[in-house]
């Protein structure tokens, strides 16, 4: 996937302007729907109410923040099936769970609650293909129209994103990760035997 990137043309985008941009596109995804690949084990969120609960070691208060957003989920899950889409995510996991990823996954298991499509992939599935080019990029299609790689600092803070509209490049993309989709397991699947009953991670205490 990195070598097909590196040769399509593309436009790099600021954060403030690749948020508007994705806000413009992100409601006509269309039947094609939304489909984002998430590889990296570890981000940081800052502003995010629950994230900051994790980070400072309240992970009791993290996990009922996430609890509280069921009313919001509920309503942003409702408007993108009025819209006539879905999300699809592909959520690379790699065993020990890193303590962010225990959280987010706490995170996506309420979305997929609510109707975003995840499936969890072993970093065995993509070892062909990381092995050749690197470790997969962030990557988030919007229907047939438009593609970010998502970029992140040095600390795992998104910065931006390089904007993609070659249709060919979207094409070939958005088939990759719906094969990966294909092939991965249902989140609550995995989450019921893998994550429910990890004793809270390092850095959250309580």
């Keep these: 996937m990195r070598s097909l990137l590196a040769e399509a043309s593309c436009e790099r985008l600021d954060l403030d302007a690749y948020l508007a941009d994705f806000d413009r596109h992100f409601w006509n995804s269309g039947a094609v729907?939304?489909?984002k690949l998430e590889?990296?084990?570890?981000?940081r969120e800052p502003g995010v109410e629950s994230w900051e609960a994790f980070q400072r070691g309240a992970w009791r208060e993290a996990l009922s923040l996430i609890a509280d957003q069921e009313s919001h989920f509920e309503r942003?899950?409702?408007?993108?099936?009025?819209?006539?889409?879905?999300l699809h995510r592909v959520r690379v996991v790699e065993e020990p769970l890193t303590p962010y990823l225990?959280?987010?996954?706490h995170l996506l298991r309420l979305k997929e609650?609510?109707?975003?499509r995840t499936r969890v992939l072993r970093p065995e599935s993509?070892?062909?293909?990381e092995e050749k080019e690197g470790m997969l990029p962030e990557i988030v299609v919007l229907g047939n129209a438009v593609m970010y790689e998502i970029v992140y600092d040095?600390?795992?803070?998104?910065s931006g994103g390089i904007k993609f509209s070659e249709s060919d490049v979207i094409s070939k993309c958005r088939d990759f990760i719906q094969g990966l989709h294909a092939g991965g397991e249902r989140l609550h699947t995995f989450f019921d035997r893998r994550v429910v009953h990890l004793r809270p991670p390092v850095n959250s205490a309580g």
């Design 113 to 116: 609650r609510h109707g975003e």
């Design 126 to 129: 993509v070892l062909g293909v």
């Design 33 to 35: 729907g939304f489909w």
């Design 76 to 86: 942003y899950f409702g408007r993108i099936a009025q819209s006539g889409f879905a």
């Design 39 to 43: 590889r990296r084990q570890t981000f």
């Design 102 to 105: 225990q959280w987010e996954l």
């Design 154 to 158: 040095d600390d795992g803070t998104i």
